[in-house]
């Protein structure tokens, strides 16, 4: 039986610290499109002792390809910026992020774009969301495909592979990048998986018994303990 991610942190001594307190950990939250909250990582913080900067993200609007440079470039200066605030305020600061759902795409564009970050958490994420919206059958890729009217600009899509998680990845140091995937996620399809396996041998990719929230217990635990591993380092 495959051991749990939690049991394998645990072996490698990365949960013997998860209630000791570090101030110096800070950590920017990047919402989904969903704007689901990050209740279990707010708390997981509290315990601790680190600081959290949730991100208040605008609404995404305009032509679907057109729109998503600028898009991404904002949230990335608007990243760079909360970053630099906190390295201004705390000496030795060790700043994190994690990204959930779109909001890890947007996480690794500003990674790959500035740097700054000590560690980087992508729970969720599809992985190569350009090639998923051309292809995959799953309800999201297919109301994406629905925006166009015509095949010219269904043709532009692959434009967006510079904004996608995996490409972006290739720019940032896998040691401090924790890729997280649910069984139960019912919006990642077989090419998803596939990429992820590709990750899987320069990065660290954890398969967990969890949904495309990726709010488990488990799973929760599993990325603080990353993120205060890396924070001793």
Not at 22 to 42: C, K, M, Q, R, Y
Not at 72 to 101: C, M, P, Y
Not at 181 to 199: E, Y
Not at 200 to 219: I, P, S
Request: hydrophobic share 45%; with cysteine.
């Amino acid at each position: 039986m495959l051991r749990s991610a939690f049991s394998i942190f645990a072996s490698r001594g990365y949960l013997s610290g998860l209630m000791s307190k570090n101030t110096a950990i800070h950590v920017i939250l990047v919402p989904g499109a969903d704007d689901l909250p990050f209740s279990e990582d707010l708390d997981a913080a509290e315990r601790c002792g680190a600081s959290v900067h949730p991100l208040q993200l605008p609404a995404l609007t305009g032509h679907p390809i057109d729109s998503r440079p600028p898009f991404f470039n904002a949230i990335a200066d608007k990243i760079a910026l909360e970053i630099a605030d906190i390295r201004s305020k705390t000496l030795g600061a060790r700043v994190f992020g994690i990204g959930r759902n779109h909001g890890g795409s947007l996480l690794a564009y500003a990674a790959a774009r500035d740097g700054g970050f000590d560690g980087l958490v992508f729970p969720g994420v599809i992985p190569a969301l350009s090639a998923y919206r051309v292809h995959s059958e799953l309800a999201s890729a297919r109301q994406f495909r629905a925006k166009f009217d015509n095949p010219e600009e269904l043709a532009r899509i692959p434009e967006l592979r510079p904004f996608d998680m995996a490409s972006c990845l290739e720019k940032i140091d896998a040691s401090r990048c924790l890729i997280q995937v649910g069984h139960a996620d019912d919006w990642m399809d077989a090419a998803s998986h596939a990429c992820f396996k590709a990750l899987k041998a320069n990065y660290t990719v954890q398969w967990l018994d969890d949904d495309h929230a990726m709010a488990a217990a488990e799973t929760v635990a599993a990325r603080w303990s990353f993120i205060q591993a890396r924070a001793a380092a």
